[in-house]
């Protein structure tokens, strides 16, 4: 009877071992998707169009009607450093959050492998936005519908930020506008670097879906604190669309995105 438990234990050894042989070798080939959702929020609430916001530091409280960002340039680096690119000409995306259909970034043709973190910008690359219009034309021309590209210059709003905010010496809600762009020599495009928590398992079989939290009082109320109240005046509301605040705005909006958790689900 020992003979015979001793036996089985070794043969239940040898089978563990088989097991895991097989899960290390797994071979990883051919080429898969992946999703990107963006959750757009405030202060740890999801956002609400329209609806008021938790006061920031300066205690100003925000009502948020429009929100879009540029996100381009996607870049996922693989478990053993090595990294993807996403093509150039197809990785130009508008998030809109009047769009639910944009808030989810659809990706194809990805090397299969295990991908461990990602990186993406905000806004148009300077060396794409020298080439011209001519360079990214079907993009600029979707631009353009969005209301992403400026109206009395040439060039793209990256980011789009509106609506009414009230504060200590500001009663009656008031209108405040933060476009980020090209302005003079600040360029004001950004990188995001995200670890992810899971690692994304691109496979044929597997299409996986990173989901990215957004905290949009970052813009204002980062590491760099902007008061709308201090930038209100000839009755047209709080408008930051250059100056030395956009260059404060754009360091912030690289602390905006959060990995809230990656699905691995077969498809």
């Known amino acids: 009877m020992k003979n015979y438990i001793t036996m089985a234990v070794a043969c239940l050894a040898v089978a563990g071992l088989f097991t895991a042989c097989s899960k290390s070798e797994e071979t990883i080939s051919g080429t898969g998707s992946l999703n990107i959702e963006f959750e757009n929020g405030y202060k740890g609430n999801l956002l609400v169009l329209g609806a008021t916001n938790l006061p920031t530091s300066a205690n100003e409280v925000l009502t948020v009607n429009k929100v879009k960002y540029i996100v381009s340039n996607i870049v996922l680096t693989k478990e053993d450093g090595t990294v993807f690119t996403y093509p150039k000409a197809d990785s130009y995306f508008i998030v809109d959050q009047t769009n639910p259909e944009s808030l989810v970034l659809n990706l194809s043709n990805i090397p299969a492998a295990n991908y ?152």
């Open 116 to 267: 461990k973190s990602i990186q993406f910008g905000i806004g148009v690359d300077q060396a794409q936005y020298e080439l011209g219009q001519s360079g990214i034309a079907d993009f600029w021309a979707q631009a353009q519908a969005a209301g992403m590209t400026w109206s009395w210059a040439s060039g793209f709003k990256f980011l789009a930020f509106e609506g009414t905010f009230t504060s200590p010496t500001v009663s009656s809600a008031t209108s405040y506008m933060i476009h980020t762009g090209k302005f003079g020599a600040d360029y004001n495009y950004t990188t995001v670097n995200l670890d992810l928590p899971t690692q994304a398992l691109v496979r044929t079989t597997i299409t996986p879906q990173i989901h990215l939290s957004t905290d949009l009082s970052q813009i204002i109320d980062g590491t760099n604190k902007v008061n709308l109240s201090n930038n209100n005046g000839m009755g047209m509301g709080a408008m930051i669309m250059g100056g030395p605040l956009l260059p404060q705005i754009t360091a912030n909006l690289s602390d905006m995105f959060d990995v809230e958790h990656v699905h691995n689900d077969p498809n």
